[in-house]
T-cell receptor
Framework: GESVGLHLPTLSVQEGDNSIINCAYS??????FIWYKQESGKGPQFIID?????DKRQGQRVTVLLNKTVKHLSLQIAATQPGDSAVYFC?????????????????FGQGTILTVHP | KAGVTQTPRYLIKTRGQQVTLSCSPI?????VSWYQQTPGQGLQFLFEYFSETQRNKGNFPGRFSGRQFSNSRSEMNVSTLELGDSALYLCASSDIRHTDTQYFGPGTRLTVL
């Protein structure tokens, strides 16, 4: 049959604005979460990660928030720049170091397209 | 350190053929995972190798296989190609002694005609 492409959520912002990208995850046993950025023609690029024993982690211009109660993850990008335009993916895993057996398997969200207008 | 490298970057094959893709992980990384990315299904896990052993496998048919060598380089093979195998195949490596973070290569774009 005919395949239907994923309809990715989109977020369009002006340069300098703050961006918030959301992600709902499915596995309550997941204890490790990562955000990736993927530009056209490239592989996913690591942005930031967080473990389930934290609810917030900050990097350079980025902050990840984790709400385990509602299984929700968000990525905040401060002072968004045109170079931030890309598809952003959240991913989850049950980490090996925590006794998980889902070796090497990241489960990805569908992705969000971020477009930053100059 | 050099990043994850994948060869070739682009491939065009016809239905029924087979293909082998190669991945060289970041130096010191011994875990290699493979993913298939398509517009319809997104990013899906194929399998993971560590110390030349497949430890985990995703929900793909047996036509998809892989292996890992003693230097941690990995290959994946797809036999009897189908049109639906057209995708971006991504390899990721991880130093699982210290972190669960996976670092991705640029991918191999496979087109099946």
């Amino acid at each position: 049959g005919e395949s239907v492409g994923l309809h990715l959520p989109t977020l369009s912002v002006q340069e300098g604005d703050n961006s918030i990208i959301n992600c709902a995850y499915s596995n309550s046993a997941s204890d490790y979460f990562i955000w990736y950025k993927q530009e056209s023609g490239k592989g996913p690029q690591f942005i930031i990660d967080i473990r389930s024993n934290m609810d917030k982690r900050q990097g350079q211009r980025v902050t990840v928030l984790l709400n385990k109660t509602v299984k929700h993850l968000s990525l905040q990008i401060a002072a968004t720049q045109p170079g931030d335009s890309a598809v952003y993916f959240c991913a989850e895993n049950t980490s090996e170091n925590a006794g998980g057996t889902s070796y090497g398997k990241l489960t990805f969200g569908q992705g969000t397209i971020l477009t930053v207008h100059p | 350190k050099a990043g994850v490298t994948q060869t070739p970057r682009y491939l065009i094959k016809t239905r029924g053929q087979q293909v082998t893709l190669s991945c060289s992980p970041i130096s010191g990384h011994r875990s290699v995972s493979w993913y298939q990315q398509t517009p319809g299904q997104g990013l899906q896990f194929l399998f993971e190798y560590f110390s030349e052993t497949q430890r985990n496998k995703g929900n793909f048919p047996g036509r998809f296989s892989g292996r890992q060598f003693s230097n941690s380089r990995s290959e994946m093979n797809v036999s009897t190609l189908e049109l639906g195998d057209s995708a971006l195949y991504l390899c990721a490596s991880s130093d699982i002694r210290h972190t669960d973070t996976q670092y991705f290569g640029p991918g191999t774009r496979l087109t099946v005609l």
